[in-house]
């Protein structure tokens, strides 16, 4: 079985799914340390032809809270600001009708923290972009916290009788490759590679996130996106 470990992100750029195709399992690390101004709950969307952040308020978020832990800031009015500006950006984009109509059912979902808006979503983007990795939360099943760093990846990897396991390419100073080989664990990182689409009339702007992706390509396209990447 091959499996990636990474945090939850709010709407994640290409690289993330690509990950997410690339194994058997995503285990969705939700009960590590909550890390401020980070990308959990925040990506980037292209307005005006320009990289523009967008943020999902939270209550009270602080990095001595887990990530399962931190709750949406549920009276703030930024659903309906965000939604505003999707259609703003991208309404004459090829594939509105249908992405904003995926947006705006994912926005307005039910949930109390972010790491419960982010599995909604990140399903919800699978399935819409045909990915069928399982996708679960670490939170909820290995039960392993008094361990640290790669010793918790590599209990995981065992509990989930993992034969390989794969990292974004900036876990490459964290990892040890021999670690790994003692416990017959294959260990890879993913390069993302910038594949240009159109974005209007626009210069192209890599590395946005998802939402942007969805807007400019169509299923076969997205088919293609998904294997720019190469294993180191």
């Known amino acids: 079985m091959t499996i990636a470990i990474m945090q939850p992100y ?11 195709n690339a194994v058997d399992k995503f285990v969705i690390y939700d009960d590590v340390n909550f890390i401020n101004k980070g990308w959990i709950n925040r990506n980037q969307i292209l307005v005006s032809g320009q990289p523009h952040l967008f943020t999902v308020p939270l209550k009270d978020a602080s990095q001595n809270k887990l990530i399962h832990e931190v709750e949406l800031a549920i ?28 947006i705006e059912e994912i926005v307005n979902f039910q949930s109390e923290t972010i790491a419960e808006l982010t599995l909604y979503a990140l399903k919800q983007v699978c399935i819409y972009m045909h990915i069928d990795t399982q996708i679960i939360n670490s939170s909820k099943v290995y039960n392993n916290t008094a361990l640290k760093a790669q010793d918790r990846i590599l209990d995981i990897c ?40 159109p974005q209007f009339k626009n210069a192209f702007v890599p ?12 299923a076969e396209n997205i088919a293609g996106l998904l294997k720019e990447f190469e294993l180191i």
Not at 166 to 191: A, Q, S, T, V
Request: net charge positive.
């Open 158 to 197: 065992r509990q989930e009788n993992a034969s390989h396991y794969i990292n974004p390419i900036g876990g490459m100073e964290l990892y040890d490759k021999i670690k790994f080989e003692k416990e017959n664990i294959r260990l890879n990182f993913i390069k993302s590679v910038a594949s240009p689409y």
């Open 75 to 102: 009276n703030d009015p930024w659903k309906k600001k965000f939604l505003k500006t999707i259609q703003q950006s991208y309404q004459k984009a090829p594939n509105y009708q249908k992405v904003s109509l995926l």
């Open 10 to 20: 709010i709407f994640p750029y290409i690289g993330y799914f690509q990950l997410i």
């Open 207 to 218: 590395w946005l996130s998802v939402i942007d992706i969805l807007m400019f390509n169509d």
